[in-house]
T-cell receptor, first 110, second 112 residues
């Protein structure tokens, strides 16, 4: 089976940095995704990691360690609009179904 | 990036009626599409995998006779909620598989 864990909720201050962790245990591995989802909207793609290391894209960075079954999403210079749920998702292999974690609801406060 | 079009965006129907949701990949061919359901404050739950030209694969606990999936072409998959009941009210999202997973905009279904 697939098991993906991430914190349920987090709160951070505008302008600060926040790290959202994700641990996974899956039958195979062919990539880890991070998505952002605002309430009532579909998820939007943030990042995709298939090799170990850090991928940086503007204010957002994503890290992967396959040996540890661990990833994190790093958000810098937080803005109020970053308040959303952040979903970690793992693809076991090929174009097989992607399994989502429960999501982390991030609240950015002034 | 790739675009997936889903409609309707929202639908209100009476209990017992059927509702069809369409999912189209606009600029790429998607041999595989996925249908997810999301209840308030919960994450996405995979309902079924839709494969072009073959029967859909349903996740455990999802009634295949209630949630009919048709993937007749490489760009279109449809989900029909048959005999809808209030407990079927949810946010339904389709996605198309390429290197990444591209999502439709979602359909909010409310069954009265």
């Amino acid at each position: 089976g697939q098991n993906i864990d991430q914190p349920t909720e987090m709160t951070a201050t505008e302008g600060a940095i926040v790290q959202i962790n994700c641990t996974y245990q899956t039958s195979g591995f062919n990539g880890l995704f991070w998505y952002q989802q605002h309430a009532g909207e579909a998820p939007t793609f943030l990042s995709y990691n298939v090799l170990d290391g850090l991928e940086e894209k503007g204010r957002f960075s994503s890290f992967l360690s396959r040996s540890k079954g661990y990833s994190y999403l790093l958000l810098k210079e937080l803005q109020m609009k970053d308040s959303a749920s952040y979903l970690c998702a793992v693809r076991p292999g090929g174009y097989q179904k992607v399994t989502f974690g429960t999501g982390t609801k991030l609240q950015v406060i002034p | 990036g790739a675009v997936v079009s889903q409609h309707p965006s929202w639908v209100i129907c009476k209990s017992g009626t059927s509702v069809k949701i369409e999912c189209r990949s606009l600029d790429f061919q998607a041999t595989t599409m996925f249908w997810y359901r999301q209840f308030p404050k919960q994450s996405l739950m995979l309902m079924a995998t839709s494969n072009e030209g073959s029967k859909a694969t349903y996740e455990q606990g999802v009634e295949k006779d209630k949630f009919l999936i048709n993937h007749a072409s490489l760009t279109l998959s449809t989900l029909t909620v048959t005999s809808a009941h209030p407990e079927d009210s949810s946010f339904y999202i389709c996605s198309a598989a390429a290197e990444k997973l591209f999502f439709g905009s979602g359909t909010q279904l409310s069954v009265l």
